[in-house]
């Protein structure tokens, strides 16, 4: 079990749920309640959900393979004195493609943060571009997210480049791009070559090339993965679904298995196919969660497929290529609600297996570390944006429609942007994940509504026993969340847990005249 307790130097008092709670760092965290023990069936993505990527090691890695791929097809041998900077892009931001804009929005478009280059606009600037400060993310063509981990060195490249060709004197500045002589470079072809970059970086092989002849550098290794497989598959089925291809996926997997020369695994040494009841390679999500692609078998010798059709049923050890999430339910024999599915891709592993499939879901975000990191060391910061809504909640307090006098809240509204971008830069240059200030973020948004659970890793299910019961938090309206149970409010939630117990009895105890649900059905997890 997880090291219970707080982070602070005062210990919370008996009865107080903050005792109750495990490390911060070790816990999973709910939007949608999940009963752990009806899960039949475990399955993981590879890249950084299995295999994490040592950062910034692995961004710097493949931003220098983008910056010599666009100077291959031109682009100026300038562009390779830039140097990845970890602390510049997030995950969730929006690049406009008509005016080479990196942007920061929240679920409905609003703009949170706007950067050209690595110059932040403010004010007019923004106006110029965004005469609403809004942004119709239904136009595809034009605004693109950038939302998986492999994106972070994309978003930091769009900037690099439009810093270069901004401050360049052999170009002229235009609203939508770059002029020199005859030629015109928008920034919307800017975008598609970046894309091909990407591509070309990821399909042709030479960044698992370079990953694969320094593991060490690249790819995390950690004793605990077998040890929670291995316990996994003791209460369930498991399964390895990875757009990878079989050799990369088997040189990977090899090393994040073999302990042989540390001895540090708590399991003993066995192939790491065998600790899967089906692994699925080149499955081409989130395609995979649709129509799929023809399931073949591939052979471990030579990682090649064998040709035709594969149309048997499930082969102990065996691997398999394409195919499509109905697949994996037949060869398993489970549906989509006994799966749960662990992944980093928010579109491609998240939303696509619970909207198509109805698959429980866990997001895997590995900068929650950074983020909780920052929430409990600047709570001072928090608590100062939370006293400054009450000193304007005091300025309108005895003010109605009748009354003449218009309070000036400049300042405050000044001392509110301040503590918002201190708050911001502590997380990077392009603030938190999951906020701006008070407002959340397009990423929070999805984050919320497609992930059922939510940690640092997977590894974190190593601290619950296999009967947990994943209780979301009640998600408060306004009107519940800034209106007081006056009855109920002492000030202190935690003595208020053993009257409640006194009245009502442990849940436990069966309540009489009601028979205990035994069907294994949905009221397991506590919810309708």
């Given at each position: 079990?997880?090291?219970?307790?707080?982070?602070?130097?005062?210990?919370?008092?008996?009865?107080?749920?903050?005792?109750?709670?495990?490390?911060?760092?070790?816990?999973?965290?709910?939007?949608?309640?999940?009963?752990?023990?009806?899960?039949?069936?475990?399955?993981?993505?590879?890249?950084?959900?299995?295999?994490?990527?040592?950062?910034?090691?692995?961004?710097?890695?493949?931003?220098?393979?983008?910056?010599?791929?666009?100077?291959?097809?031109?682009?100026?041998?300038?562009?390779?004195?830039?140097?990845y900077d970890p602390t510049f892009p997030t995950r969730g931001l929006v690049?406009?493609?008509?005016?080479?804009?990196?942007?920061?929005?929240?679920?409905?478009?609003?703009?949170?943060?706007?950067?050209?280059?690595?110059?932040?606009?403010?004010?007019?600037?923004?106006?110029?571009?965004?005469?609403?400060?809004?942004?119709?993310?239904?136009?595809?063509?034009?605004?693109?997210?950038?939302?998986?981990?492999?994106?972070?060195?994309?978003?930091?490249?769009?900037?690099?480049?439009?810093?270069?060709?901004?401050?360049?004197?052999?170009?002229?500045?235009?609203?939508?791009?770059?002029?020199?002589?005859?030629?015109?470079?928008?920034?919307?072809?800017?975008?598609?070559?970046?894309?091909?970059?990407?591509?070309?970086?990821?399909?042709?092989?030479?960044?698992?090339?370079?990953?694969?002849?320094?593991?060490?550098?690249?790819?995390?290794?950690?004793?605990?993965?077998?040890?929670?497989?291995?316990?996994?598959?003791?209460?369930?089925?498991?399964?390895?679904?990875?757009?990878?291809?079989?050799?990369?996926?088997?040189?990977?997997?090899?090393?994040?298995?073999?302990?042989?020369?540390?001895?540090?695994?708590?399991?003993?040494?066995?192939?790491?196919?065998?600790?899967?009841?089906?692994?699925?390679?080149?499955?081409?999500?989130?395609?995979?969660?649709?129509?799929?692609?023809?399931?073949?078998?591939?052979?471990?010798?030579?990682?090649?497929?064998?040709?035709?059709?594969?149309?048997?049923?499930?082969?102990?050890?065996?691997?398999?290529?394409?195919?499509?999430?109905?697949?994996?339910?037949?060869?398993?024999?489970?549906?989509?609600?006994?799966?749960?599915?662990?992944?980093?891709?928010?579109?491609?592993?998240?939303?696509?297996?619970?909207?198509?499939?109805?698959?429980?879901?866990?997001?895997?975000?590995?900068?929650?570390?950074?983020?909780?990191?920052?929430?409990?060391?600047?709570?001072?910061?928090?608590?100062?944006?939370?006293?400054?809504?009450?000193?304007?909640?005091?300025?309108?307090?005895?003010?109605?429609?009748?009354?003449?006098?218009?309070?000036?809240?400049?300042?405050?509204?000044?001392?509110?942007?301040?503590?918002?971008?201190?708050?911001?830069?502590?997380?990077?240059?392009?603030?938190?994940?999951?906020?701006?200030?008070?407002?959340?973020?397009?990423?929070?948004?999805?984050?919320?509504?497609?992930?059922?659970?939510?940690?640092?890793?997977?590894?974190?299910?190593?601290?619950?026993?296999?009967?947990?019961?994943?209780?979301?938090?009640?998600?408060?309206?306004a009107h519940e969340s800034t209106v007081e149970h006056s009855r109920l409010?002492?000030?202190?939630?935690?003595?208020?847990l053993a009257p409640w117990l006194a009245r009502h009895g442990h849940p436990?105890?069966?309540?009489?005249?009601?028979?205990?649900?035994?069907?294994?059905?949905?009221?397991?997890?506590?919810?309708?």
């Open positions: 079990m997880g090291s219970e307790g707080e982070r602070g130097p005062a210990a919370p008092a008996p009865g107080d749920p903050r005792a109750l709670r495990r490390d911060c760092q070790h816990r999973i965290f709910v939007n949608r309640s999940l009963a752990l023990e009806k899960i039949k069936c475990f399955g993981f993505d590879m890249d950084y959900t299995l295999a994490m990527y040592k950062s910034p090691d692995y961004e710097e890695l493949a931003f220098a393979l983008l910056l010599e791929q666009l100077v291959s097809i031109g682009y100026p041998h300038e562009i390779l004195a830039y140097k690049f406009d493609a008509l005016y080479g804009n990196l942007l920061k929005v929240d679920s409905h478009g609003n703009l949170l943060v706007c950067a050209h280059g690595f110059r932040f606009l403010k004010g007019a600037e923004i106006l110029h571009y965004y005469p609403n400060k809004f942004i119709q993310r239904d136009d595809m063509k034009r605004f693109h997210i950038l939302n998986t981990l492999f994106n972070l060195t994309e978003a930091y490249l769009y900037a690099c480049l439009v810093d270069f060709f901004t401050n360049c004197s052999r170009y002229v500045n235009c609203d939508t791009g770059y002029k020199h002589g005859n030629l015109f470079m928008s920034f919307r072809s800017m975008f598609q070559d970046v894309r091909e970059a990407m591509d070309h970086v990821h399909l042709s092989g030479c960044l698992k090339e370079k990953t694969l002849e320094n593991l060490e550098k690249y790819v995390v290794k950690d004793p605990r993965v077998p040890l929670l497989l291995s316990r996994m598959k003791e209460v369930g089925k498991v399964f390895l679904a990875t757009n990878s291809d079989y050799n990369y996926t088997d040189a990977i997997m090899s090393y994040l298995f073999d302990f042989s020369d540390g001895n540090e695994a708590e399991t003993p040494q066995r192939p790491w196919r065998s600790y899967f009841d089906l692994i699925v390679v080149d499955t081409r999500k989130p395609l995979f969660f649709a129509e799929g692609t023809v399931l073949r078998q591939v052979n471990t010798d030579t990682g090649k497929l064998r040709i035709g059709t594969y149309t048997g049923p499930l082969q102990h050890c065996a691997v398999y290529s394409g195919g499509s999430s109905d697949v994996v339910c037949d060869l398993l024999g489970v549906k989509g609600k006994d799966i749960l599915y662990m992944g980093d891709h928010i579109f491609g592993d998240i939303l696509k297996s619970k909207k198509r499939q109805g698959w429980r879901t866990f997001l895997v975000v590995p900068e929650l570390a950074r983020e909780l990191q920052v929430w409990t060391e600047k709570s001072e910061l928090f608590e100062e944006l939370r006293s400054l809504d009450l000193f304007l909640a005091e300025l309108y307090q005895h003010l109605d429609s009748s009354s003449s006098e218009r309070p000036d809240i400049s300042s405050i509204k000044r001392r509110i942007q301040k503590v918002t971008h201190e708050m911001d830069m502590c997380y990077g240059k392009m603030g938190s994940l999951f906020r701006c200030g008070s407002r959340q973020t397009l990423f929070a948004n999805q984050l919320m509504r497609y992930a059922d659970l939510y940690a640092a890793s997977f590894i974190n299910f190593l601290y619950y026993p296999f009967s947990y019961l994943f209780r979301a938090p009640p998600v408060l309206m409010d002492t000030g202190e939630a935690g003595p208020a436990d105890q069966q309540v009489p005249g009601v028979p205990q649900d035994s069907s294994g059905e949905e009221e397991d997890d506590g919810e309708a």
